[in-house]
């Protein structure tokens, strides 16, 4: 049987509609016991990939796993290539890059780091998709990703670098790195980078994240933009998750504004009537703030948690809604603020076995423990797996063999030649012979 019919039949039977639990097989473990801070205080500053976390402070997926959230809301690219009209196709496809983190909305736990080699698939029928991923590097710890339309409608890649940094009271995550859309029947290729993730009041009070920076979604071939910013918080948490920009020409005019929460829901509105609403709520809140003192935090005191009805976007009149959040399920809370499609990720089915390669991260055994709800077996893993590697990297230091990455390779990326890893193709047709051992 060729590696194409196989997919075929194996993808009929895992992964798609069929595959779908309500639950993990364990609620998440309390994090109250463990002092962050007693680890993070010696690390102000440094580049914290290489410190060593306790396991109750993740959540049992993989990086790899958490990066196919990407595609939670496929449906934006599927809508952007029915759309004729250029201006159209950008307003789904901002929507798909802003709907991307938007499943990072009050998941505090960390995702395990990917072993080298470490691989992930996942093949969605429902969807229309199938995405594939590599731990391309260790130090630094690069993740390579190459996912593509069903029909070969659309090609979705990138390699996320993600640059974590201690600040005292808080955790920043910068995601370097380029992703690429590109839509065959319109020639079009799209890039952007992600906004930076800050997890905050590490030391004491409720763990709470936000999104900050912007995000320019370039359309190569037409020279359309949307310039976007997440902005930070601000005081009285009245900027909190909120997204706005415009899409603008090739000549910086402005076509459209966009709006709303990159937690909750994204409208399109004519600039002009954006720009006016603008100005008359600046006017009301610099009169609000004059009424109010402005407080200084002291160190030891939580950065302060924004009152939740900073949650609801006020709709200008004339907007057009373009993506709303899927609601997560109610039981979310209790399983580590999962959505109901990152419930999915880890799930390993009968239908599986054989058929997935050895270095898939539903096979990893730590990961697999913490998802059973073995905490000790998971940091029993997770320290033998990392001991593991850190052999198996000191053999190859004293032979000439090197490392060799299997799915992806270095190079320019084509539309804005930055630093790439681009996938070889070959990975569908399920011959897995001489994968690393890594678990």
Same mark, same amino acid.
């Given at each position: ?37 007693? $680890? ?48 159209? &196709? ?49 130090? *630094? ?29 808080? $955790? ?11 839509? *065959? ?23 709470? $994240? ?96 924004? *009152? ?16 709303? $959040? ?79 990455? &299997? ?33």
């Amino acid at each position: 049987m060729s590696g194409k019919s196989n997919h075929g039949n194996q993808s009929a039977q895992y992964n798609g509609v069929q595959t779908h639990r309500s639950s993990l097989p364990a609620p998440m473990f309390s994090r109250n016991d463990v002092s962050v801070w007693s $680890i993070l205080k010696k690390c102000i500053g440094m580049e914290l990939s290489k410190i060593a976390m306790p396991v109750v402070l993740n959540e049992p997926l993989s990086f790899l796993q958490r990066l196919a959230e990407y595609m939670e809301h496929t449906y934006l690219i599927h809508q952007a290539n029915t759309a004729a009209d250029s201006v159209e &196709r950008m307003k789904c496809i901002a929507a798909f890059a802003v709907s991307a983190v938007a499943s990072q909305w009050e998941r505090t736990g960390k995702p395990f780091n990917p072993l080298l080699g470490e691989t992930y698939e996942l093949i969605r029928d429902d969807l229309g998709f199938r995405w594939v991923s590599e731990q391309v590097s260790h130090h *630094p710890p690069i993740s390579a990703f190459h996912a593509e339309g069903l029909r070969e409608d659309f090609v979705f890649h990138g390699s996320i670098y993600p640059k974590l940094k201690c600040w005292g009271k808080s $955790i920043e995550a910068e995601p370097k790195g380029t992703i690429t859309l590109e839509l *065959p029947k319109y020639n079009e290729a799209y890039t952007w980078t992600n906004p930076t993730c800050c997890v905050h009041n590490i030391i004491v009070g409720q763990l709470w $994240i936000e999104q900050y920076g912007n995000v320019e979604v370039i359309n190569h071939k037409t020279g359309e933009r949307c310039s976007m910013t997440f902005k930070p918080c601000g005081l009285f948490g009245k900027e909190l998750h909120k997204v706005e920009g415009y899409i603008l020409d090739k000549n910086k005019k402005k076509l459209c504004a966009i709006y709303g929460k990159w937690t909750e829901c994204l409208y399109i509105v004519d600039p002009a009537t954006f720009d006016a609403y603008k100005k008359t709520d600046k006017k009301n809140s610099e009169e609000k703030k004059s009424n109010k003192e402005s407080r200084n935090s002291v160190d030891e005191e939580p950065e302060e948690m924004p *009152p939740p009805d900073a949650e609801t976007v006020q709709v200008i009149p004339g907007s057009e809604l373009i993506w709303r $959040i899927t609601p997560r399920p109610e039981n979310s809370a209790k399983f580590y603020a999962f959505s109901t499609f990152t419930m999915q990720l880890n799930y390993l089915e009968k239908t599986m076995e054989g058929v997935l390669p050895s270095t898939d991260s539903r096979l990893r055994p730590d990961i697999r423990a913490m998802e059973n709800g073995d905490i000790d077996l998971a940091s029993a893993e997770k320290k033998r797996l990392e001991e593991k590697q850190r052999a198996a990297r000191k053999n190859r230091s004293k032979s000439t063999e090197e490392w060799k990455i &299997r799915w992806f390779q270095q190079g320019p990326n084509p539309h804005n030649k930055a630093q790439d890893w681009l996938y070889l193709k070959g990975y569908w047709d399920r011959n897995y012979s001489q994968l690393p051992d890594i678990y």
